[in-house]
């Protein structure tokens, strides 16, 4: 197959992947799964890949496939690396991370001080029901707590009740995802997120948008920590922890 989309311009993959998150074409499949691995570290940052293996393992043809990888590169997933016809997952930058944790930390402060002077009170049960719960009742599988975490961060950002700031943030999320799952491996991390977490909820309801704030800045800024500590071995932890069952390892 020639080269005739190696230069496409992102704006034209938009159309594959739909809002609502129907699945309606072969590249927004390639896209998802891709992208799940690369979340899941089951593709680990800095690995390379050519598009001829990634057709092979996939059972797609190049042209969805390059779609697919032409918008995981515009949303920092993956980068062109040794020409066209080999990708490579974004090495782990921690000066970019720390870049989009300090937006991050921005929008949820932003979300915090909405919710607190909103004139009556958002309706935390169900986060309540997931965090201000016993030790006992407790998740400890590391990544079905991130799963959550990110749930507990979007619902809040969500009954701030601006929708573009929403969209902001989950494309903020999507970004971030890969780095903030390592912050789940320690099982400390993960006691910690629920007391914090519960804490949060605690001051929505009884609104002071100080508390509320310094709560949350504290959150974050904890989890901003942890990146600082990333190393190769901890990298490893979390492929290792991940699984092994990746559809371009099999």
């Not at 049960?125 to 006992?136: E, F, G, M, N």
């Not at 990544?143 to 961060?153: N, R």
């Not at 800024?221 to 932890?237: F, L, N, V």
Request: charged share 25%.
């Amino acid at each position: 197959m020639t080269d005739e989309i190696s230069d496409i311009n992102v704006t034209s993959i938009m159309p594959f992947v739909k809002p609502d998150g129907a699945r309606g074409t072969l590249a927004q499949g390639t896209y998802e799964t891709l992208k799940r691995e690369i979340v899941d570290f089951r593709m680990p940052p800095g690995q390379r890949y050519s598009e001829h293996e990634l057709t092979a393992v996939l059972q797609v043809s190049r042209t969805p496939l390059r779609l697919a990888l032409h918008l995981l590169a515009h949303e920092g997933f993956v980068q062109h690396v040794g020409g066209h016809s080999c990708w490579q997952v974004r090495p782990v930058d921690l000066e970019y991370y720390r870049d989009l944790y300090d937006f991050r930390t921005d929008i949820e402060v932003i979300a915090i001080h909405r919710l607190c002077a909103q004139p009556s009170r958002p309706d935390l049960s169900t986060l309540r029901a997931v965090w201000d719960v016993p030790h006992a009742a407790r998740q400890t599988d590391g990544l079905l707590v991130a799963e959550a975490d990110e749930a507990f961060h979007h619902t809040l950002v969500r009954l701030a009740g601006n929708a573009e700031m929403l969209r902001s943030f989950t494309r903020l999320t999507d970004r971030i995802r890969v780095i903030r799952r390592l912050d789940f491996i320690n099982p400390d991390r993960i006691a910690a997120t629920y007391d914090e977490h519960a804490a949060i909820i605690r001051a929505l309801d009884n609104p002071c948008a100080t508390t509320a704030e310094g709560l949350i800045r504290a959150h974050i800024g904890a989890s901003r920590t942890e990146i600082k500590k990333i190393t190769y071995h901890q990298m490893a932890q979390a492929v290792a922890t991940a699984g092994s069952a990746s559809v371009v390892s099999q």
